[in-house]
């Protein structure tokens, strides 16, 4: 079963991440770390990347400057675009790559997250789309905390990021993580125990001849 867990900033969807696989032994698929890795010299992205941004792009230990780039791309759209035309694709085939040779294996859970799940179409090769959500004041509370955000990066990051409506009119399933662990964990269980993959669920439903 492939689950695509998505949600906004500061939502908690990596606690969730680490429940899944310390306690029903999922395959996590982290898009951010996966396209962070393919932009590492000698991986997929790195030449390509290069070639768009220049070797100002690159600095002396010959990694990619990510500052450097996120200033770019923050200021010039096509940029931006020319960027994830290479990332996107990349990191797509990366995943259908571990899909494959874990479906091999017979493992029971995989997860894909990525705050733009939806956006890069991630949810056509999913079973499920998870919707993490927190109200804003606890969002804000945990990147204080997590991250040492200014109350002026937390409404710049948040105001960036998809409504609320959006990933509730998405989701199939939505996990309320405002409260407490194991509040978020008995929800996880309950989901669980009944899920199954669509295409179990499609024989299922198909009538007998």
């Given at each position: 079963?492939i689950?695509?867990?998505?949600?906004?900033?500061g939502?908690?969807?990596?606690?969730?991440l680490?429940f899944?696989?310390?306690?029903?032994?999922?395959?996590?698929?982290?898009?951010d770390?996966?396209?962070?890795k393919?932009?590492?010299?000698?991986e997929a992205?790195?030449d390509?990347?290069?070639d768009?941004?220049?070797n100002e792009a690159?600095k002396e230990?010959?990694?990619?400057?990510?500052p450097?780039?996120?200033?770019i791309?923050?200021?010039e759209?096509?940029?931006l675009e020319?960027l994830?035309?290479?990332?996107?694709p990349?990191?797509r085939?990366?995943?259908?790559?571990?899909?494959?040779?874990?479906q091999?294996?017979?493992?029971?859970?995989i997860i894909?997250?990525?705050?733009?799940?939806?956006d890069?179409?991630y949810?056509?090769?999913?079973d499920?789309?998870w919707?993490?959500y927190?109200?804003?004041?606890?969002?804000?509370?945990r990147?204080?905390?997590?991250?040492g955000?200014s109350?002026?990066?937390?409404r710049?990051?948040?105001s960036?990021?998809k409504?609320?409506?959006?990933?509730?009119?998405?989701?199939d399933?939505?996990?309320e993580n405002?409260?407490?662990?194991?509040e978020?964990?008995?929800?996880?269980?309950?989901?669980?125990a009944?899920?199954?993959?669509k295409?179990i669920?499609?024989?299922?439903?198909?009538?007998e001849?």
């Amino acid at each position: 079963m492939i689950i695509g867990v998505t949600g906004g900033v500061g939502a908690g969807k990596s606690e969730v991440l680490r429940f899944l696989h310390d306690e029903f032994h999922a395959v996590i698929l982290e898009m951010d770390a996966i396209g962070k890795k393919l932009m590492e010299p000698g991986e997929a992205c790195y030449d390509r990347i290069c070639d768009l941004f220049g070797n100002e792009a690159v600095k002396e230990d010959g990694t990619l400057d990510r500052p450097y780039i996120a200033n770019i791309v923050f200021h010039e759209p096509d940029k931006l675009e020319a960027l994830n035309s290479i990332v996107h694709p990349a990191v797509r085939e990366y995943c259908d790559c571990v899909i494959r040779e874990t479906q091999n294996q017979e493992k029971a859970l995989i997860i894909l997250e990525s705050a733009i799940l939806l956006d890069a179409g991630y949810d056509t090769v999913c079973d499920e789309v998870w919707y993490i959500y927190a109200d804003e004041k606890t969002r804000a509370r945990r990147l204080r905390i997590s991250r040492g955000y200014s109350d002026e990066r937390i409404r710049a990051v948040m105001s960036s990021q998809k409504s609320e409506e959006f990933f509730r009119e998405h989701a199939d399933f939505v996990l309320e993580n405002s409260g407490s662990l194991e509040e978020m964990k008995q929800q996880i269980r309950e989901r669980l125990a009944d899920a199954k993959p669509k295409s179990i669920e499609e024989a299922e439903e198909r009538p007998e001849t």
